[in-house]
């Protein structure tokens, strides 16, 4: 879940310049709250898991942080699998309003995690396994039916 809040700041004013503020752009980036496949080290990719109850907690705590700080985002962009929506909704209960008045939520495709292809459910680290075996760095390996993390940063890069 990633959000940009824009603000004034006093920049001090410019030689030659007629006004003494700057709009500022924030970008805040979350991580989901824990689910039950991070508790059992299981590689969750694109699955839709949900949260456990800590990971409930862990959302409510960020909006109640984010409430606290007063923070509210012009637009707030976030993964459509669930444990992210669960996520924004828990911090969205806890912190009120996290979006401004007229701010527009999104739900993107592009910011979801690593697609796992055939080590989906398969306990951590066996992609590193994998990588040993064919004698490649880890970021280029991708597993069958799934994405490298090189395939990731380029789905990033369209994102942004």
Known sequence: MMGPSTSSASSGGAPGSASNSKTLLRVYLFRHGETYDNVVRRAAGQSD??????GMRQSHALGDRLASEGVQFDCIYCSDLRRCRQTLEEASCAGGHLLK??????LCPLLREKRGGVLLGRPLGELIKLAQKEGVDTRKVAPEGGESWE????????FL
Not at 101 to 106: A, E, L
């Open 101 to 106: 008045k007229g701010g527009k939520q999104f």
């Open 151 to 158: 395939d990731v940063h380029r789905r990033g890069e369209m």
């Open 49 to 54: 898991g949900c949260l456990t109850n800590l």
